[in-house]
């Protein structure tokens, strides 16, 4: 049933490499690893964890006493922007953002322009993602044709041209019974449904209409302060609480996406206790950013699901600990800096996030105390389960993709410019402490930071 | 002060400095010629990208009192309506080197995002729902007129509170001028948790409305009909209509304009003798002038201006040629 992430599409495919990390602290929670050891690479796998110093090989030896090893993180939420966009992100860049990140798998998300709703648009991205994509990218393709949230799209030949799921993402299925449709299809089909909640009569306040009139952040007393219209909580949750109760009468499974309030991990909560197949994501903004952050207008907090209050942040912190939560997710969105250099409520939607997640939620939660190092490094991988990919593993016999990582470097991001071709994130210019050194994918090393790389040299 | 961006960013003796200017320019409004040479030479762009008679016309009007080279662009026909963006507009209205930039926007920030364009000193004339500070000021000058201190004072701010920038800017600037605050209206259009967000008191009724001592109606569009926030105009103006039959002698009412007759208040309120509606348009020109003077001189006069020292402002020297 599952797979591994290197058989996605990635410029490396195929082609395994060797490699030893000396003397760093392996930890790998899913295997019990915890303690200083090296990892012996070969043809792409892991062969052994051995005591620290002891091993040696034929391809390039990593000296990594002080360092870090974890299993490689999966982000099974992103936008890389093709088709339609490449001016804000293409498969190159997007996929050198998720190495740079750590990340040994991506999967895209099909709202781009067009969309993604035929066999031979994903067919084209896999072909281009074989040629450029620096790690392995999967590709989603959607629910609705064209994104209209009308009719199915023909979601068997989309499944056999190697969609990797289905999502409208961006957009709601507001029509309950297409949504019905789709998770009784999925008998057929397979393939999980990634869900992006939200109830626009209750975030688009004036109305359908006038969707322009929509609500540009949380609900609440910054709302309030500042006169934007509000995004409730409810429009969020309600929507859950939906789909939840379809997928539990038609025995099927589903991914929500970017959980942002409190509302909606009660409603998790209760869908989980009750046996219904589902999986969710929350993104790093949300686990360390509130409503507060817009008191700015700075349109690089402007995204959707909104920044919400503290007590909903607090909420989504406990289920990612508690594992409600299954993964993060970074909701990666590029733009182009006139969509953002505009007054907040004209601004696009959306924040970068491969290049720095690991890094902020080190900084904002493990180094705190807030969160377990060895929860988060679960976390950060997790997301490729429900997509029926293996979370990549530090066991020998499996795929050797890892992180390593320097706990103590301290860096701006953005201040050597991105990966990324957008700069939309809500860090730059922020002190991030622990910076990812170095990523590989199945034996090869797909990134180096550049001090990282002329140390090694 | 550099900017007038919001009332949150004022603090009391700010707003004490432009309301003892507005006095002083009070005094100019009664001369034969209304003109003093205070910013001549300097260029002041208005930029609306809203419709606006009021406030537009009386920031035109308050720069030429003070003899400064105005330049108005409104949003329709002009590079704004072809889809320049606000970055664009801004660089090139630079290169005219205006001194100030007052503007007017659909958009929450734009202002404060003109600031950081510009070097120009710049004067949010509304920024989408969430301020319009020179209306707050000019409401507290009208009221100090009347009332004295503003300390102890009940203020009713009633209607449309939701979508109202007027609202949140007076309400900031009454609080901090030590009136307290109430605002009424169905509950449909009064933002949750705006107790918390700006310490003023909710009521869905007026039933209690003979506590206050000053009450401002707010405009009421008839949009919100079609969005559902009312049920009908005429039930908002069964329930929030201020009408003669609830106020008393003693209370004073306000409304920031244009006004809907017999919607949110009757015609005989407007034109009777608690009405300050007319007094705040005065108000309106020489707390203009007053914040106009106060960003382009900071409050000081220039260097080798006679005329735009302390006394020249109480009794500048008029223009002789008309102006």
């Known amino acids: 049933m599952s797979r591994r992430a290197s058989s996605l599409d990635w410029r490396g495919r195929g082609s395994g490499g060797d490699l030893v990390v000396r003397g760093a602290f392996v930890l790998d929670p899913r295997a019990a690893i915890a303690g200083a050891h090296d990892v012996v690479i070969a043809g792409g796998e892991i062969v052994e964890i051995a005591p620290p110093g002891t091993a040696d090989g034929p391809g390039e030896v990593i000296e990594a006493e002080g360092k870090q090893v974890f299993p490689a993180f999966f982000d099974p939420h992103v936008h890389l922007r093709v088709p339609g966009n490449e001016d804000e992100e293409d498969i190159e860049t997007g996929t050198r953002a998720a190495a740079a990140g750590g990340y040994c798998g991506v999967l895209a998300m099909a709202n781009t322009t067009p969309p993604v709703d035929s066999a031979a648009d ?13 790690v392995p990218a999967g590709f989603l393709a959607t629910v609705s044709r064209g994104l209209e949230g009308q009719e199915l799209t023909e979601m068997a030949e989309l499944r056999e041209a190697g969609a990797v799921g289905f999502s409208d993402d961006g957009l709601p299925i507001a029509n309950a019974r297409l949504m019905r449709r789709a998770l009784q299809y999925q008998h057929l089909v397979g393939a999980n449904i990634a869900l992006h909640e939200e109830d626009h009569d209750l975030s688009r306040p004036a109305g359908a209409h006038a969707p322009h009139l929509g609500g540009v952040m949380h609900e609440g007393v910054v709302s309030a302060a500042l006169g934007l219209a509000g995004v409730p909580s409810v429009a969020e949750s309600t929507m859950i609480a939906r789909d939840a109760a379809l997928a539990a009468y038609e025995d099927a499974r589903i991914h929500v996406q970017h959980l942002s309030a409190r509302e909606s991990v009660e409603v998790v909560r209760a869908a989980k206790d009750a046996g219904v197949r589902i999986t969710c994501e929350v993104t790093p903004h949300h686990l360390v950013l509130t409503d507060e952050e817009v008191r700015t207008l700075d349109s690089r907090f402007k995204m959707n699901p909104p920044l919400r209050a503290e007590d909903d942040r607090q909420a989504l912190i406990e289920a990612l600990r508690s594992g409600l939560i299954d993964c993060v997710a970074t909701d990666h969105a590029p733009h182009a800096a006139e969509e953002k250099e505009v007054p907040f409520e004209a601004a696009a939607m959306g924040v970068t996030g491969l290049e720095t997640a690991f890094a902020v939620l080190h900084s904002k939660l493990v180094l705190p105390g807030v969160l377990d190092l060895a929860v988060l490094v679960d976390r950060m991988s997790a997301g490729a389960a429900a997509f029926d990919i293996e979370p990549s593993s530090l066991t020998p016999g499996a795929e050797a993709s890892l992180v390593l990582f320097d706990p ?30 170095a990523t590989v994918v199945a034996g090869q090393v797909v990134y180096r930071q550049r001090s990282f790389a002329m140390g090694v040299a | 002060m550099r900017h007038l961006l919001a009332i949150g960013n004022l603090e009391r003796a700010d707003i004490e400095r432009i309301m003892e200017r507005a006095e002083g320019f009070a005094e100019v409004g009664r001369r034969d010629i209304k003109k003093v040479p205070t910013l001549r030479g300097r260029t002041i762009v208005n930029l609306f990208y809203e419709s606006s008679t009021r406030t537009s016309s009386s920031f035109e ?18 590079a704004v309506d072809k889809g320049e963006s606000l970055k664009d507009t801004i660089a090139t209205l630079g290169a005219y080197g205006p001194e100030a930039i007052v503007i007017r926007s659909p958009h929450a920030g734009a202002a404060d995002l003109v600031a950081r364009w510009s070097d120009a000193a710049v004067v949010n004339a509304g920024d989408g729902k969430h301020e319009h500070p020179s209306q707050a000021l000019l409401d507290v000058y009208t009221l100090r007129r009347r009332l004295g201190a503003l300390e102890g004072r009940r203020i009713w701010i009633v209607g449309d509170v939701l979508h109202s920038r007027v609202a949140r800017s007076n309400i900031l600037a009454f609080r901090m001028m030590g009136a307290e605050v109430t605002v009424c209206g169905p509950p449909t259009l009064i933002p949750r948790g705006i107790e918390r967000a700006l310490g003023c008191a909710v009521s869905y009724e007026l039933d209690d409305l003979e506590q206050a001592d000053v009450v401002y109606a707010l405009r009421m569009q008839r949009e919100r009909m079609g969005e559902s926030f009312v049920p009908s105009i005429r039930e908002y103006a069964t329930k929030y209509q201020i009408d003669s039959r609830r106020l008393s002698p003693r209370q004073l009412v306000m409304h920031p304009g244009p006004v809907n007759r017999g919607i949110e208040l009757s015609g005989e309120v407007i034109d009777g003798p608690n009405s300050l509606v007319a007094e705040q348009v005065e108000s309106g020109l020489v707390v203009r002038m007053a914040i106009l003077y106060e960003l382009l001189t900071g409050g000081r006069p220039r260097p080798g201006d006679r005329s735009g020292d302390a006394d020249g402002v109480t009794d500048p020297t008029p223009i002789k040629e008309p102006a």
């Open chain 2, 61 to 78: 009007l308050a720069a030429k009192r003070l003899s400064a080279d105005v330049v108005s662009v409104k949003s329709a026909g002009s």
């Open chain 1, 122 to 134: 994903v067919l084209a991205l896999r072909e281009r993602a074989g040629d450029e994509a620096s």
């Open chain 1, 408 to 437: 103590e470097a301290e860096w701006e991001p953005g201040a050597d410019g991105w990966e990324s071709r957008s700069d939309n994130s809500c860090f730059s210019g922020s002190r991030l402490h622990g910076r990812v050194l």
